[in-house]
């Protein structure tokens, strides 16, 4: 049985299945779809459901595993939807409920799962539970937000109820509201206010809301902000020292709001909900921040299963180096043992696109995409990686992603500066280009499109990339079909090939779990500036090269030799004899 591409063994009954069959998420590979800038069916400029439904053929073709879809419920759209006003309902410029359960059914017939984003931390400020809570103290929503009174300083002033600050850190995490003259909670930004999630009216309300998405059939979900949503109960300061979670700086080390024992508790719980629907079958994905060991504390909570996998986000921004790449596979190796599944990202919606940070060098984005599609786990890709999108430069007069308007208010940043891709996220949010054409194949040629297009549409689209044999798009093309062919590369077990120390090589074997002395399959990737080589058994087969230099000679003695230029990578079937690769 092919891992999770089978449209049958997605309605198959998983207590039917073997226990020794790995679930379909373990060798899944996600692709991430951000509705607003996907694909406009109505020639609104606003990407929609019905859009997203007519590229699934796309995406199946691809050969991805599963979508991830942002999200889409009833929502202002301060935040692009990471607001939501209604958990139960879709935004109207989106579509309706029934698109909502049209895409998950189209998505299932041709093979795919079907990831929501659930962002169970806050609310939009719109949101009629928010509206009521904030209405008075007594109200039947009264408690369903974290509220808490003033502190009063030594002059008589209003002080916020302690020193925690908000996700960007240059603000108080407390908002004052004059109907009630009390604070409440946000996180992230002043209209997201946090959900009490101690209130037990809440939880029965969200995980209700689980059940209805779960029912409808979706397989799971990426959880957004997930190690923000229990704080400490007492309210207790974070000490003030500066700190870096995930490579952002923080001004104080974050123990009382991020990563708390309730919020591992909280994952096993929401893990007891979906495990209603056939256990292992529906997936949880933790977008949490943290070392190693405090993610992998999501996964195994204690005793209790929790969420089945968590983003881990050090490639997003790793400097491109064989060294850095493998201490961190090694590390993710040791802390993600199978049947974990280490879950790689180098591209969202809210960090850079990887082809900047790679300075455009197309060489690089091929050696680290067949990285991402071969090592051990879940690969997650963002919209547009595939083709190589490219960072946007969008003045921050024009920015609708509110993070910069933060900035502009807060630190009086003049509308010429430009932030770093981090705070202004439209940068990496320009619409998909499906093309070279007016409205880049996303919307209506004579349509304005809700955020600018991309410069490098005329190169970097789907319809000029397909007829390209060697394009980015069918390099990954053909990786996603090698993870279907080959079990060594979709759950098979990884084991570093050793390289000398300093060595700008990389080389791993996959072993096939069920064929463990046959079917291995040897990845070598060179992030050198110049060529390497590495022996390889007389028996090894080219199955993808990064470009067309990427050889396999005969040496003397019947040896056989697997010669990369400079930043280029080779995935071949066989392994290797051993020893160094040897720099030529
Ligand atoms: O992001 C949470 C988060 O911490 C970030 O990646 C954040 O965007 C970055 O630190 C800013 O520099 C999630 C979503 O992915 C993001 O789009 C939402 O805005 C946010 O939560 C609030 O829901
Ligand atoms: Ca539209």
Redesign the pocket.
């Known amino acids: 049985m092919q891992p999770g591409v089978d449209p049958a063994d997605i309605s198959s009954d998983p207590e039917s299945a073997s226990d020794r069959a790995p679930k379909w998420w373990q060798s899944t590979s996600i692709y991430q779809i951000y509705p607003r800038s996907f694909a406009d069916s109505n020639g609104d400029g606003i990407g929609d459901l019905e859009g997203i439904i007519s590229r699934l053929d796309y995406l199946a073709d691809l050969g991805v595993g599963a979508i991830w879809v942002?999200p889409f419920f009833t929502s202002p759209q301060r935040?692009?939807g990471?607001?939501v006003a209604d958990y139960r309902n879709v935004s109207p410029e989106y579509g309706t409920i029934d698109d909502a359960q049209r895409l998950i059914d189209e998505a299932h017939a041709r093979g795919l799962r079907v990831l929501f984003d659930l962002?169970l931390?806050?609310t939009s400020d719109q949101h009629l539970w928010f509206v009521e809570s904030r209405s008075s103290r007594t109200n039947p929503k009264a408690d369903w937000y974290v509220w808490a009174d003033a502190r009063t300083d030594r002059l008589g002033r209003h002080r916020p109820p302690n020193n925690w600050r908000s996700?960007?850190q240059v603000e108080r995490a407390w908002r004052w509201c004059p109907e009630r003259e009390q604070y409440f909670l946000a996180s992230?930004?002043d209209f997201?206010p946090d959900l009490n999630w101690r209130n037990p009216a809440v939880r029965a309300e969200m995980f209700d809301m689980v059940r209805m998405w779960l029912g409808r059939g979706v397989d799971g979900f990426r959880l957004?902000?997930f190690g923000s949503i229990m704080q400490d109960a007492a309210l207790r300061n974070n000490p003030p020292l500066p700190t870096v979670v995930?490579g952002?700086p923080r001004l104080q080390r974050p123990v009382h709001t991020l990563n708390t024992t309730e919020n591992f508790e909280l994952a096993a719980d929401l893990r007891e909900v979906c495990d209603e629907f056939g256990p292992g079958e529906r997936v949880l994905l933790g977008?949490v921040?943290g070392d190693e060991d405090t993610l992998a504390r999501y996964v195994q909570v204690g005793d209790r299963p929790g969420l089945h996998v968590v983003f881990l986000f050090e490639f997003l921004h790793a400097s491109y180096s064989a060294k850095r790449y493998r201490s961190l596979i090694e590390r993710f190796e040791r802390r993600f043992p199978a049947p974990q599944q280490p879950t790689y990202v180098v591209e969202?919606?809210?960090?850079a696109r990887s082809m900047s940070r790679l300075g455009g060098d197309e060489r690089k984005a091929r050696v680290l995409a067949t990285l991402m599609l071969t090592l051990r786990g879940i690969p997650v890709i963002f919209q547009g990686q595939e083709v190589g999108m490219t960072n946007k430069y969008i003045p921050l007069r024009e920015a609708v992603d509110p993070?910069p308007r933060v900035f502009r208010r807060i630190l009086h940043e003049p509308l010429n500066r430009r932030l770093p891709e981090?705070?202004n996220?439209d940068e990496v949010r320009v619409p998909m280009q499906w093309s070279d054409e007016p409205g880049v194949g996303f919307t209506d040629p004579d349509v304005t499109p809700w955020l600018r297009y991309g410069d490098d549409a005329a190169t970097h689209n789907v319809s000029v990339q397909n007829e390209d044999p060697a394009s980015l798009l069918n390099l990954y093309r053909e990786l996603y079909h090698l993870r279907r062919e080959y079990p060594a590369i979709a759950h098979g077990s990884l084991e570093l090939v050793p390289v000398d120390g300093g060595d700008e090589v990389i080389a791993y074997r996959r072993g096939d779990p069920d064929q463990p002395e046959a079917g291995n399959v040897l990845v070598v990737c060179n992030l050198g500036d110049t060529g390497a080589a590495h022996r390889v058994e007389a028996g090894a087969a080219m199955l993808v090269r990064t470009d067309d230099s990427v050889a396999l000679v005969q040496g003397l003695n019947d040896e056989r030799w697997l010669n990369l230029p400079p930043h280029s990578a080779a995935v071949l079937s066989g392994s290797v004899l051993g020893g160094a690769p040897h720099r030529r």
């Open positions: 942002s935040d692009v990471y607001d962002v931390n806050h996700e960007l992230f930004l997201q957004d902000i995930a952002l977008e921040f969202n919606h809210d960090r993070i981090r705070l996220r």
